[in-house]
């Protein structure tokens, strides 16, 4: 079922599309005969400047539904959390690791592995073999890595507490948008997340 906030997020953008390619088709249309007059090159130029915006639109709008899928689809875990079902850090640490591989498989936003270090868990490293303590920083970074592929360096931080951090291995050329992403992803989905499974697996322990 989708929220009303979903189904009002997906018309705004789906009418954005709808506006962008007719843009686009006006525009091809009306600036061959700015340029040339009434031309038979019209058609095939009008054409090819609707599927351009076809695609770019598609392309657009599949990034800018990221938002409202990530919330949706990382309740799932945001429940698991509420409900103390996960026993140990671990079990929680790899489930995000796979749920950011496998939901980040866009163009430019392809992340195809990692290492995750929360505090408390064992490191988890998945399709990658780079060492995190090579780049760590106080800020979300992008490195370009020897193999030519590129990283994204997560610090996981809530208030003054240090939670742990994440490289990220991405394929193919990376969005700048990406960061912003991740930021708010580890701002408004992660760390309050992280925190309470270990403050939970801490309180088990000591039962």
């Known amino acids: 079922m989708f929220s009303s906030f979903e189904i009002i997020y997906k018309f705004s953008l789906q009418l954005l599309?709808?506006?962008?390619?007719?843009?686009?088709?006006?525009?091809?249309?009306?600036?061959?005969?700015?340029?040339?007059?009434?031309?038979?090159?019209?058609?095939?130029?009008?054409?090819?400047?609707?599927?351009?915006?076809?695609?770019?639109?598609?392309?657009?709008?599949?990034?800018?539904?990221?938002?409202?899928?990530?919330?949706?689809?990382?309740?799932?875990?945001?429940?698991?959390?509420?409900?103390?079902?996960?026993?140990?850090?671990?079990?929680?640490?790899?489930?995000?690791?796979?749920?950011?591989?496998?939901?980040?498989?866009?163009?430019?936003?392809?992340?195809?592995?990692?290492?995750?270090h929360f505090n408390g868990c064992e490191k988890y490293i998945y399709n990658s073999g780079e060492e995190i303590t090579k780049f760590k920083s106080d800020t979300i970074t992008k490195f370009k890595l020897k193999s030519g592929k590129q990283a994204v360096y997560i610090p996981i931080k809530i208030a003054d507490h240090n939670l742990g951090d994440m490289l990220l291995?991405?394929?193919?050329?990376?969005?700048?948008?990406?960061?912003?992403?991740?930021?708010?992803?580890?701002?408004?989905f992660l760390d309050d997340q992280l925190y309470h499974v270990l403050n939970s697996v801490s309180r088990n322990q000591n039962k």
């Open 169 to 188: 291995i991405m394929e193919g050329k990376t969005l700048p948008l990406f960061k912003s992403i991740m930021a708010d992803f580890e701002n408004y």
């Open 17 to 116: 599309l709808t506006f962008w390619i007719l843009v686009w088709s006006t525009c091809s249309w009306y600036g061959v005969e700015l340029v040339f007059g009434i031309s038979l090159w019209q058609i095939p130029t009008t054409i090819m400047g609707t599927l351009l915006a076809v695609v770019s639109g598609v392309y657009f709008y599949t990034i800018l539904s990221i938002p409202y899928k990530l919330s949706r689809k990382f309740d799932t875990i945001k429940d698991k959390v509420a409900l103390e079902s996960y026993k140990n850090c671990e079990d929680f640490q790899k489930e995000v690791a796979d749920f950011i591989i496998t939901f980040f498989n866009y163009p430019g936003a392809n992340v195809i592995g990692g290492n995750f």
